[in-house]
């Protein structure tokens, strides 16, 4: 069964206190994986598509990387509007996204 | 338009009660999905349009719930019989025709309260 696994749960850290969020797959066939930040109350804003191993890309603070079995979401130096989860999905074979539970950031100042 | 829209914004349905959430999709985006998201998980699939084809509906949970979208445009959910257990936010998104990876764009969603 095709699953998406993110990891931890909740992450706090202080401002500019650098970490990563992990996200591990099992997909038959992976057509695309991709991030996506949610503030409360909004729906998921897209930030990144990765679509094969050692692809990297990168946007203000944060930088995405792909393997064959998870993706990181690295942050720099965070700031305390960087507060949201971060949703990571995957395309397989066909036309389905499934996402992962999401990560819970929070940046203190 | 810009982005997807998704209308009400908020609904309080007594139980029993039948609602209809709207979807207007991007422009030219002829890809077309309602997702369901519950307190603090990530969204779950429930169903997928291409165009007016409903190509797959099998993450409706029951047949409470139905979907369509008659010009290949605007899509409403709809559900019957609304039941506590419906309580939740339902997302509606929108890509190009889906081929390899094609990101899909989510609106603010429908947040629904059954009580």
């Known amino acids: 069964e095709d699953q998406v696994t993110q990891s931890p749960e909740a992450l706090r850290l202080q401002e500019g206190e650098s970490s990563s969020l992990n996200c591990s797959y099992t997909v038959s066939g992976l057509r695309g994986l991709f991030w996506y930040r949610q503030d409360p109350g909004k729906g998921p804003e897209f930030l990144f598509t990765?679509?094969?191993a050692g692809e990297e890309k990168e946007k203000e603070r944060l930088k995405a990387t792909l393997t064959k079995k998870e993706s990181f979401l690295h942050i720099t130096a965070p700031k305390p509007e960087d507060s949201a989860t971060y949703l990571c999905?995957?395309?397989?074979?066909?036309?389905?996204?499934?996402f992962g539970a999401g990560t819970r950031l929070f940046v203190k100042a | 338009g810009a982005g997807v829209s998704q209308s009400p914004r908020y609904k309080v349905a007594k139980r029993g009660q039948d609602v209809a959430l709207r979807c207007d999709p991007i422009s030219g985006h002829v890809s077309l999905f309602w997702y369901q998201q519950a307190l603090g998980q990530g969204p779950e699939f429930l169903t997928y349009f291409q165009n007016e084809a409903q190509l797959d509906k099998s993450g409706l949970p029951s047949d409470r719930f139905f979907a369509e979208r008659p010009e290949g445009s605007v899509s409403t959910l709809k559900i019957q019989r609304t039941q506590q257990e419906d309580s939740a936010v339902y997302l509606c998104?929108?890509?190009?025709?889906?081929?390899?990876?094609?990101?899909?764009?989510f609106g603010e969603g429908s947040w629904l309260t059954v009580v």
């Open positions: 999905a995957v395309q397989e074979g066909g036309f389905k996204t499934i």
């Open positions: 990765l679509y094969s």
């Open positions: 998104a929108s890509s190009l025709p889906t081929g390899v990876g094609n990101t899909i764009y």
